[in-house]
């Protein structure tokens, strides 16, 4: 089975507490609090896995929860910090913010990326001794660690993209000119799944190319199996159209060229506008009389490029292998999706299940929401930039409205967690 697009859930782990603890030994000079700090939680990370092409790992798993860092302990014992949890998914993953859609990350590189933090470890008791408080009976708990609800899509990385209605002979190429073995019968929709070839032209030189399947008209609305694969050749950078020119099915070569590419456009007009080069197929069962010239005329009256091959004995496919090898070097790089996701939207995106309350008491209005605690935890209200992205966020997430709402007018005094503002709209 293939599987290209999913949701998941996740969650890093949370910081040990802190302890309170007292040595007190005999022969043991400057005694007091020794609590020990909490161990840090476990970051999710994500990875790539060369071998794989597809998310059916996640089918039947969709919660991630990273272990919890170990509380501290007396004599300064610092608690265990908790193992990462490794996620694994194919290259050309990308891994959006369910509630927006937002492209968080886009694994296409070969580094790690952590798409949730672990809490911090809290603090012993001993960082809170002072010369007046000598005996200090309390410590800072662990931070709470970092969940978000994704969706996982998988846009496949590939060169060229074979594209064309069912049957025209796209996976018979690309077992030709690749190592790929996708499954060749002489009936529509035989492939059910993208197919990965890599092709050598020789040298340092070579190509990666997808065969598409399932495109008819009406793909872009979701007939046959087009809708849900279109999105493996946003990437591509070439478009190989492979037609029938020799009408074994009955169908017009240039009926069909015209209706794949008004699907193409439905889905994406950015993505109908890669250069495409026709592959003419099946020359092998042409009729020797057979009339090309208001085919090769509509051709040339597009200006696309045409080479005629035949999958069945290999004619020409040397020849449309170099030449796509040329026309990629004209090309720019494959595409690489930037991150859409601020770091305000870290705190204000609002998931489900977050719950953030207003109360009143005199003229002090109190904010409290778990996710309040980690962004307090984190801001340093000393430094002008930390406290205007500290403001974005509150304005961003809704706060401000909430507090309006509940009769917070200019002067009135605001708490988030002992850190208090008068508030000024």
């Not at 599987?3 to 043991?28: H, L, P, T």
């Not at 305000?344 to 929401?369: C, H, K, L, W």
Request: proline fraction near 4%; charged fraction near 30%.
């Amino acid at each position: 089975m293939f599987i290209d697009k999913i949701s998941i859930y996740v969650r890093a782990g949370d910081g040990g507490n802190g302890a309170v603890s007292f040595r007190r030994e005999k022969y043991v000079n400057h005694g007091g609090p020794d609590g020990g700090d909490g161990g840090k939680g476990g970051n999710i990370v994500f990875v790539i896995d060369e071998g794989c092409n597809t998310l059916l790992a996640f089918r039947y798993k969709r919660k991630f929860i990273a272990g919890n860092g170990e509380n501290g302990g007396g004599k300064k014992f610092h608690g265990a910090t908790a193992e990462d949890l490794i996620i694994k998914v194919p290259r050309g993953t990308l891994i959006k913010d369910e509630a927006t859609g937002k492209i968080i990350k886009d694994m296409s590189d070969d580094k790690p990326f952590i798409v949730c933090r672990g809490g911090r470890g809290g603090w012993g008791n001993r960082h809170f001794a002072t010369p007046t408080r000598q005996v200090p009976m309390f410590a800072k708990s662990g931070g709470k660690g970092e969940e978000r609800n994704l969706t996982l899509e998988l846009k496949m990385i590939a060169d060229v993209g074979l594209v064309g209605f069912p049957n025209v002979g796209k996976s018979s190429i690309l077992s030709r000119i690749s190592a790929a073995k996708p499954k060749i019968a002489d009936y529509h929709f035989t492939t059910l799944s993208p197919n990965l070839g890599v092709v050598r032209t020789g040298g340092e030189r070579g190509f990666v190319a997808a065969d598409i399947p399932g495109l008819i008209e009406g793909a872009s609305e979701g007939a046959g199996l087009g809708h849900q694969f279109l999105r493996h050749v946003d990437r591509c950078r070439l478009l190989l159209h492979v037609v029938d020119v020799s009408g074994s099915e009955g169908r017009d070569p240039v009926d069909d060229i015209k209706k794949i590419n008004a699907e193409l456009e439905r889905y994406s007009p950015e993505l109908a506008s890669r250069p495409q080069i026709i592959v003419a197929n099946k020359t092998d069962v042409l009729e020797p009389d057979a009339d090309l010239s208001a085919f090769e005329s509509y051709i040339d009256e597009n200006e696309y490029e045409l080479i005629y091959v035949s999958a069945a004995t290999g004619e020409g496919l040397d020849r449309m292998i170099h030449l796509v090898a040329d026309r990629l070097e004209l090309l720019p790089p494959l595409t690489v999706y930037e991150s859409e996701f601020t770091p305000e939207d870290e705190y204000a995106t609002s998931d489900e299940g977050r719950v953030t309350t207003v109360r009143r008491e005199n003229d002090t209005f109190y904010v409290e929401g778990e996710w309040l605690v980690n962004l307090v935890g984190q801001v340093n209200f000393e430094d002008y930039e930390s406290l205007a992205f500290f403001q974005r966020v509150i304005l961003k997430a809704g706060v401000i409205d909430m507090l309006e709402k509940k009769g917070c007018t200019d002067g009135c005094t605001v708490n988030i967690y002992d850190f208090e503002f008068d508030f000024v709209k």
